[in-house]
């Protein structure tokens, strides 16, 4: 299997990654003896449906104790248990049975008591369990990529809220991690109460939106938090919903590829590539032990250039000792790299103690306890660089191991080096250099297809920062993913509330086109069209310096919002103010907006917040006013304006609010193209 970019003239030249020789097996069989060698195969098939089910619990470990079932709805259970094994479910009074099938697997469905509890339920088959301390709510799935996983220990006042998570009446389930290429069948993880000693790795915007609804509606509340950090929507999603969209098919078929070579589920596409190529993986470069003497003598920043790689991309091995005193002191050491391009993995005494190749620059990583020794200690870091400046990026200071007293071991200076692989043509990369899950379908397959058909109140989702560079494409992936989740838990509409991206990156000082402001118009418009869906605006939050922002209170409380206006009916306002409409009066443009309860507020009118064009198509900063509920835009720069534009950047100055404090969503009045509509999606 070739790990190639879609496209490239080499995929059909190569042959496939991991193709083994075919092995052909040779049996001799008596005529006479068919007819009893298929009975001999059915019998052998039951014995293994039978081992197998004995290895697969008697039901899934998404039912559990300390669980919450959803109320109001049928609860579809399912397990495995031995072949024609009659199941029987006893559930606070209420019976349900079930008959194992030929593989083992056995599904049913049973009436859920009254809200409330706690319950005790009994599964009986050849095994018997008990589920303990159930409780009947609401079962929200809390999904997406890193800002819905960053945990209560992540914020800001992490300490106060952690302290004060003392509710039982909340539980969760953290769906492990998992990487799929085929179908999963058992999740991992189980139910936990939330309580001061349990909370602190629970998703933060998870939990706040929980407690919110909880004090509202007084019945307990179940989340299943199912979120990988750096993942686009396409890794969450079945394969049938992908074939649906325009340009997946070619790394579609390098799923198959992936399926059919046998390879580890990685997930990604870097990883197969370094197995496949990396000669310095497979002959030990970054162990203390290697012999390193004929390695050429480079200096950090830099090292590249002095390999003689030119400007192509390259994976090569850095190699140094350094010397630690007699006494290390106590405390997290780290390990600073600066800014790295593309993709770094650092070795300390031939122990991983990180990788990356994300965008979390400059790279910082510590250094397990036990792991420095007095005296001498090695440092290897192997670095894909894929551009012709990449590699180590940043100044001297920055490359350093910080001991846990502080104490400081420059790093910068001489290594030893050695390329490992020239990737110049026509030496094939992978389709992207991501090195955690962004394979199409790997996701859906490992973390949602196991937990289907749950049945849940519905969904909330923080998504689309991996998806931005694709910011216009999205808005068919987004709603593709609603629709196929729908159908996966087979509940109808069930609501999906969707959380904005927040603002990040320094501001822009004049008008521009970005990615993020496409991405967010990509989520107004899914919650615009795709029934039963909410979006909940955040641009008056984030930070410029970090893309998880430790402030999630704002997120929950949307999302919150708008689960307790359009699911549960309660009279409170979810939404800013929404564009309903724009009109052109000579020199300004007037824009009228609904969801102005307690009507419009602008705070401030520093620039960076409307901008408006003419003929031209030239943006410039604008002023707004309010008038009669109406808000004027309009510059002295701009004689006969045409069009308007608000927030549209990744870190927009948001002044246009409405009474109660929500901010209106990103928006234009033009139609022109976008600088992500022509991108192709790999």
Known sequence: MNLLRPGSAQASTRRPFGQMPRIRSRFVVLACGIGLMGTHLSLAAQDNARKSADRLPLISPIFGDNMVVQRNKPETLWGWSDPGDTIRISFAGKTA?????????????????????????????????????????????????????????????????????NNPEIRY???????????????????????????????????????????????????????????????????????????????????????????PEYGNYVMPWYDQYDIGMKDGWSQPSFDDATWKRVTLPGGFAQLGTGNFPALAYFRRNITLPATIAPGHAMLLLGIVERMDTVYVNGKQIGGSAWVENPRAYPVPPGLLKPGENSVAVRVLRTKPDGGFQSKADDLRLVLGDGTKIPLAGEWKARVSVDAKPPQPLPVRF????????????????????????????????????????????????????????????????????????????????????????????????????????????????????????????????????????????????????????????????????????????????????????????????????????????????????????????????????????????????LMTQDRPVY
Not at 100 to 108: K, L, M, S
Not at 177 to 198: D, F, I, L, M, N
Not at 208 to 222: M, N
């Open 97 to 165: 049975t079930a008959t194992a099938a030929e593989d083992g697997r056995w599904t049913t469905t049973v009436e859920p008591p009254s809200a409330g509890g706690p319950y005790t339920m009994e599964i009986a088959g050849h095994r018997t369990t008990e589920l303990h301390n159930v409780l009947v709510g609401d079962v929200w799935l809390c999904a997406g990529q890193s800002n819905m996983e960053f945990a209560l220990r992540g914020l800001k006042d992490a300490q106060t809220v952690i302290a004060a998570a």
């Open 173 to 263: 389930f953290t769906v492990a991690q998992r990487s799929a290429y085929h179908p999963a069948t058992v999740p991992e993880g189980s139910w936990k109460v939330v309580s001061p000693q349990t909370a602190d790795r629970l998703s933060a915007v998870a939990y706040l939106f929980a407690a919110r609804l909880q004090a509202q509606i007084h019945v307990p509340i179940g989340l299943v938090v199912d979120a990988v950090g750096g993942t686009p929507a396409e890794t969450w999603m079945s394969e049938s919903a992908l074939h649906q969209l325009a340009g997946f098919d070619p790394v579609l078929a390098t799923l198959h590829a992936l399926q059919a070579s046998g390879t």
């Open 434 to 673: 991501e090195n955690w899950p962004v394979v199409p379908t790997v996701l859906y397959q490992g973390m949602v297809a196991p937990l289907a058909p749950l049945s849940i109140t519905g969904a909330i989702w923080y998504q689309g920062e991996a998806n931005s560079e694709e910011g216009y494409e999205y808005r068919k992936v987004l709603p593709a993913l609603i629709a196929d989740w729908r159908r996966t838990f087979a509940q109808g509409d069930f609501p999906f509330y969707i959380a904005g991206l927040p603002a990040y990156r320094p501001p822009s000082a004049t008008p521009t086109d970005d990615t993020w402001a496409e991405t967010r118009e990509s989520h107004a418009l899914a919650a615009a069209t795709v029934p039963h869906t909410c979006l909940a605006v955040t641009i008056d939050t984030g930070d410029p310096d970090t893309i998880h922002p430790k402030d999630k209170a704002p997120v929950a409380d949307r999302l919150a919002r708008c689960a307790l206006a359009e699911h549960y009916g309660k009279p409170i306002p979810d939404q800013g103010p929404t564009l309903v409409s724009s009109e052109i009066a000579t020199s300004a443009i007037l824009l009228r907006f609904s969801h102005a309860d307690g009507g419009l507020v602008i705070r401030g009118n520093a620039p960076g917040a409307f901008q408006i064009a003419g003929a031209d198509r030239k943006w410039i900063w604008a002023d707004a006013h309010i008038v009669d509920g109406v808000v004027v835009v309009s510059s002295s720069l701009v004689q006969f304006p045409t069009q308007v534009r608000y927030a549209w950047q990744s870190n927009p100055n948001a002044t246009l609010f409405n009474g109660i404090g929500l901010p209106a969503s990103p928006f234009r009045t033009d139609d022109w193209p």
